[in-house]
């Protein structure tokens, strides 16, 4: 009897914990199931937001698939120039195979000689590298006198002091914000900074949205953007408020010394402003033909854009993103147009030259000054993307006012990734992050190649980059003619 009540007790007690572990493995279904529908539904009532520099799209296939990087013209090819630098995010060329590209994490700006990283910086500086901060845009002046320095213009995002967030803003210090210095070039580094611009941390500030591209203009003035920091609040973000303008969503126009450049559109605290309403921005460039600025701009969930900067230009964030007259759900403020902040009539709102109805992170925009690629691509347009690893081809019209666009690109708009087809120059790039026309009149791609198999398209938010790490390597790519 007590073997008997004891195999029982044995047998209730077994009973017992497969129930348990199979009620377990049910609710943990269950909850599975749950999940995966309200993310489903959750993505279709609150699209993914941009994060340009911190996520990639669900089913990025370029950055999943082994064949790239390819363009699509057969007669041109790919070529490997350097490898290894640490998640780079711009180039400038010193001289043909001699290239300075700063890497947006470890402050550092290295040298690229001949093909080979070398290994000591020309500058190391110390920056905040959350999110999109970091050591972002590099430019260098080429139109130097004999014995005049070479200046090579920086700007980056700087640590905080270590000082606690909420007591920030009353406790800044010279060298805290997001700064455009000016350095000398003599004999492999960067010397004797000239602090040109500080844009400082807006109360309540995160990593997003500095921007960063620096341009030398073809009238020798520095041209600089900057995001809205994600602090839309003041009239260059088109919001009517009494707060001070503070230096963000701005093309800034300055002379070497830093100085409001002459002929700028507007006076007062925004002398130095070119164009405002910039939401966040990676790309500008001066077509050689007009001398007109282009820029590329990123949509929240929606219309990453293409515009042509006249002076005073305002691109519309935060009341108007993309074409004012396109029906996006999310975007509820669109069509806004009387209510734009316009300067006393200085500012002009002017359309998109294109839109991506989806964000796709475009960044560099890059006129190719050369016919090295052939007659067919001489001063066109050639745009990069983050999320895709793309590289877009643009055609403009005769009079190089707007970009040649048929079929159902006709309106300025692609409405999904198949109507994009047309403008596809390349595909399989990594993370695009700056095009440049080298001294030798070819394209080169500055791209994180050699993270774009870190992505699965299958989830959502899948850590595709560590946006802080130094562990994560870029490229360069040159783009030539096959048996060039």
Wanted: net charge negative; glycine share 8%; charged share 20%.
């Amino acid at each position: 009897m007590h073997r008997i009540y004891s195999h029982n007790i044995r047998s209730d007690t077994l009973q017992s914990r497969l129930l348990v572990l199979s009620s377990v493995i049910i609710i943990t279904f269950a909850i599975f199931v749950f999940q995966s529908y309200v993310m489903r539904i959750s993505q279709k009532l609150f699209p993914i937001p941009d994060f340009v520099f911190v996520f990639a799209q669900i089913d990025n296939k370029s950055m999943t698939q082994n064949n790239g990087p390819i363009v699509e013209d057969k007669n041109l090819g790919v070529e490997l120039v350097a490898k290894g630098i640490k998640f780079p995010a711009s180039m400038s060329f010193l001289d043909k195979d001699d290239i300075l590209v700063t890497e947006k994490n470890t402050g550092m700006v290295k040298r690229i000689l001949n093909g080979t990283v070398l290994e000591k910086p020309v500058v190391n500086v110390s920056v905040v590298n959350t999110w999109e901060s970091g050591l972002l845009g590099i430019a260098i002046d080429k139109d130097t006198t004999t014995g005049s320095p070479r200046y090579v213009y920086l700007y980056y995002s700087t640590p905080i002091g270590g000082q606690d967030r909420a007591d920030y803003r009353n406790n800044q210090t010279i060298e805290e914000g997001n700064l455009l210095y000016r350095y000398e070039y003599n004999d492999g580094k960067l010397v004797n900074p000239n602090l040109l611009l500080k844009i400082p941390y807006p109360p309540n500030f995160t990593y997003y949205h500095p921007s960063g591209v620096v341009l030398i203009g073809p009238d020798r003035n520095i041209y600089l953007v900057t995001g809205d920091f994600d602090q839309p609040v003041t009239k260059a973000q088109n919001v009517n408020s009494n707060l001070p303008i503070n230096g963000t969503s701005a093309i800034y126009r300055l002379a070497k010394d830093g100085s409001a450049a002459k002929g700028n559109p507007f006076g007062g605290e925004m002398a130095r402003y070119y164009a405002y309403g910039i939401r966040n921005s990676f790309g500008m460039d001066f077509d050689p033909v007009t001398g007109k600025l282009w820029d590329t701009e990123n949509g929240p969930w929606w219309a990453d854009e293409i515009n042509i900067v006249e002076p005073g230009f305002n691109s519309g964030w935060k009341k108007v993103q993309g074409l004012s007259y396109m029906h996006i759900p999310h975007a509820q403020e669109q069509s806004e147009l009387n209510s734009l902040v316009n300067f006393d009539g200085k500012g002009k709102y002017s359309e998109p030259e294109f839109v991506w109805a989806e964000t796709l992170g475009v960044t560099a925009i890059k006129f190719l000054d050369s016919n090295k690629l052939g007659k067919n691509y001489e001063n066109d347009i050639f745009v990069g993307d983050f999320d895709l690893g793309n590289i877009y081809h643009f055609d403009l019209i005769n009079n190089r006012t707007a970009l040649s666009l048929d079929n159902k690109l006709a309106d300025k708009m692609a409405d999904n990734r198949d109507e994009l087809k047309d403008v596809i120059f390349g595909h399989g790039f990594g993370a695009v992050v700056d095009i440049e026309v080298g001294p030798d009149g070819y394209l080169y791609i500055l791209s994180l190649y050699e993270a774009k198999d870190k992505c699965d398209p299958n989830i959502v938010f899948s850590d595709c980059y560590d946006f802080s790490s130094n562990h994560i390597r870029g490229s360069i790519f040159r783009i030539v003619p096959k048996n060039y």
